[in-house]
């Protein structure tokens, strides 16, 4: 099972989730409430038997000065 971190594809919306998927492939077609897709940002594999998942408050992303998503 992998954890991913996923941005928000427009510029203006700030969404950021942390989803449990199975396969990077279950993310296909996902999309935000905004109607713009996702940008996959982090994945790390979760290994530990019998652990739970919580879920984390959703950060809020600073855009940098000059950087504009690809």
Do not use: N, Q, Y
């Amino acid at each position: 099972m992998l954890l991913v971190t996923i941005l928000c594809s427009d510029p203006g919306c700030e969404k950021e989730r942390e989803l449990a998927v199975d396969d990077l492939d279950d993310l296909e077609g996902f999309a935000c409430e905004c109607g713009h897709g996702f940008v996959l940002v982090a994945v790390a594999e979760l290994r530990e038997a019998g652990g739970e998942l919580v879920s984390l408050a959703p950060r809020r992303r600073e855009a940098a000065p000059g950087r504009r998503a690809a």
